[in-house]
């Protein structure tokens, strides 16, 4: 039965993922396993100049600024900055925008600092296994080699008119000599290696004139960008293929600026052209007509903001463009994340995977902020985002902001919807009220369809638990990427789709109809989801939300159709504030429900786990009705 049970779950990743997706990744294993994938990346090349410094400051290539001396922005030595500069020279580093870690000043590049294994350096990345319990969560090895932590010391330095390029070439050079190109940890994943890239390249332009810079100092940064890069172009059909999300579109802009910044690299041609080709195809499969994006997480997608906003700029300032539906899409992509954010503090829905990433952090602002990416991206398109003060961001990117007549808002509107995305949103002067309604034509990383938001006076009463970890122990990741962490219904214990190894799901939940309307009185939010597959046939949740206008009232009705009689029908809510909510239900014979309350878990922000919680309405009925009210 096992066996059988594992080739109707491979066919469904057949279905699923298409023939094409399936014969690459079977490929490449078989490549990895026999050494021939290893033999395509050559381990420690010698060392070659391939860019000279004085050359490299003589390319007429333009970046955001020329150097330290050219940034335009106001100088504002906040105590806040300062306080993370000093941890960083401490030798503490904020892992995922989250939870500070003490790593010492000498922590090895190759340590997990979460789990304290440590990595074998010189085995080929295509030996070193990413996914054990013994080494625990890769992504704790990875952060502090994306060096996005540069960004709190450059800033420091421009606005304390500080220079410390000996301590950031230091880091740099401290990495390089600890990984040998093609080996450990840090090569196994080509987008940690192009946002290393990126962020090295902006320290360079920044630092341009420090005497730090030296020509030994460039001649060994040169020689691991070009190998990295190299990496990246040679490996970019695992992203593009067997990936395909936000990795793909860094990859494949990091090889377009790669070429672009660094002309004179052997191959950079084939890299821009390639690069821009690519990321064109990218952006316009996986940001869909509506603005949406294929991760269906609020936090990837703005991280395809920045790359937005990397990519139009840099383009622009040498004379280049992409085709036209790129930016199209970064507009429709603003427009959205517009609609879904609280105006009080600029948060989001904790929707979807969030890992933490905030690939180029130019401000003092919460990591769950996202005005101060959208801004830059807004003002870059001549469009006001319509937020009270102007972000520190637009001015790194050597942008001049302007009055401009477009907004991202349209005036007096308050119903949104989304459907190729599968997102319906209502905005209210104190309330935002957030419905996710969608088809999976693309992987799904949650099972949280029919998922309900709420937003009352800016603080997030019904919340979304967030991600936590990508490598924990199985009944934890089981709860936060499954159904029991959202705002949505279970039959007993049962995810609404059936759990894979790793990211992969089977039984993608699909939406049959859905639509948000109003009458005199309410707003109506109607939508019907097949799921359960592996629980019985024809399965399908039905959901309608009425909002009071005008006041914070929420009228649910959750109905399954087709629900096995001998299951337990269970409605879920999730609250940090429980004494503010009155939560009262009834199940289709009329019997009034009482709540069973018991402590839950959230994740704001990626690894760390605090606790709120749950409130559950049980029923052996098919229906459960329930008013919220504030």
């Not at 290696?193 to 902006?202: A, G, K, Y």
């Not at 001549?382 to 302007?402: N, R």
């Not at 190729?420 to 935002?432: F, I, K, P, S």
Request: proline residues 4%; hydrophobic residues 40%.
């Amino acid at each position: 039965m096992s066996s059988l049970n594992t080739v109707i779950n491979g066919l469904k990743v057949v279905r699923n993922m298409g023939w094409r997706y399936v014969a690459f990744r079977s490929v490449h294993e078989l490549n990895r396993r026999t050494g021939r994938l290893k033999k395509r990346f050559p381990q420690a090349p010698a060392f070659q100049r391939y860019l000279s410094l004085d050359e490299w400051k003589e390319q007429t290539v333009a970046f955001f600024f020329g150097s330290r001396e050219e940034v335009q922005a106001l100088r504002t030595p906040a105590p806040a900055l300062a306080e993370r500069y000093k941890q960083i020279k401490e030798g503490k580093l904020t892992f995922f925008n989250g939870a500070t870690l003490s790593l010492g000043k000498d922590f090895p590049w190759m340590k997990n600092p979460d789990s304290g294994f440590m990595y074998d350096g010189s085995l080929h990345w295509t030996e070193v296994n990413d996914y054990t319990a013994e080494a625990g969560d890769i992504k704790y090895v990875w952060e502090k080699a994306r060096f996005a932590y540069l960004y709190d010391i450059i800033r420091y330095d421009h606005h304390f008119e500080k220079d410390n390029a000996a301590l950031v070439f230091g880091d740099i050079i401290s990495w390089i000599s600890a990984n040998k190109v093609n080996s450990g940890p840090h090569y196994k994943c080509s987008q940690e290696i192009s946002l290393r890239v990126l962020n090295w390249t902006f320290a360079l332009y920044y630092y341009l004139n420090s005497p730090a810079l030296t020509e030994d100092v460039f001649d060994q940064i040169q020689y691991a960008i070009y190998w990295q890069l190299h990496h990246v172009f040679h490996n970019i059909n695992f992203s593009r293929i067997a990936v395909r999300n936000n990795h793909a579109i860094t990859e494949t802009l990091a090889l377009y600026l790669g070429g672009l910044l660094y002309p004179s690299l052997p191959g950079a041609d084939i890299w821009k052209e390639q690069g821009k080709k690519w990321f064109e195809e990218e952006i316009a499969y996986q940001v869909y007509d509506d603005g949406t994006f294929l991760q269906f997480s609020m936090n990837y997608h703005r991280v395809v903001i920045q790359l937005f906003t990397w990519a139009l700029r840099l383009s622009a300032l040498n004379g280049e463009s992409f085709a036209p539906h790129v930016k199209e899409k970064a507009v429709k992509s603003l427009q959205f994340l517009r609609v879904c954010m609280n105006d009080g503090n600029g948060w989001l829905p904790n929707y979807g995977a969030n890992d933490g990433a905030l690939f180029f952090r130019l401000n003092d602002q919460h990591y769950r902020d996202y005005r101060p990416q959208l801004q830059a991206l807004a003002v870059l398109l001549e469009m006001d985002a319509e937020f009270p003060e102007l972000s520190e961001d637009v001015y790194w990117y050597g942008l001049s902001p302007a009055n401009y007549e477009t907004t991202l808002l349209e005036k007096d509107k308050t119903l949104y919807s989304f459907p190729r995305g599968g997102y319906y949103v209502c905005r209210e002067m104190e309330t935002l009220t957030f419905l996710r309604c969608g088809n999976h034509k693309d992987r799904p990383s949650q099972a949280d369809n029919l998922h309900l938001d709420i937003w009352h006076k800016n603080e997030n009463l019904l919340m979304d638990a967030g991600s936590y970890k990508y490598n924990t122990d199985e009944e934890t990741l089981r709860y936060f990427m499954g159904t029991a962490s959202h705002n949505t219904v279970m039959l007993d214990n049962y995810d609404q789709m059936l759990k894979g190894p790793r990211f992969i799901w089977y039984n993608w939940s699909q939406c049959s109809r859905a639509r948000l309307y109003e009458t005199a009185d309410e707003y109506i939010w109607e939508g019907a989801v097949s799921g359960f597959q592996h629980v019985g046939p024809d399965i399908v949740h039905i959901r309608q939300v009425r909002k009071k206008k005008d006041a914070p009232v929420w009228i649910v009705k959750d109905h399954v159709q087709h629900k096995p009689p001998y299951l337990v029908m269970r409605q879920l809510w999730h609250t940090c504030a429980p004494e503010k909510l009155i939560i009262k239900a009834e199940d289709s014979s009329g019997a009034i429900l009482q709540p069973l309350g018991k402590p839950g878990m959230y994740s704001s922000l990626y690894g760390v786990k605090e606790s709120n919680s749950s409130i559950i309405f049980t029923t052996e009925a098919d229906t459960i009705i329930t008013e919220i009210i504030i």
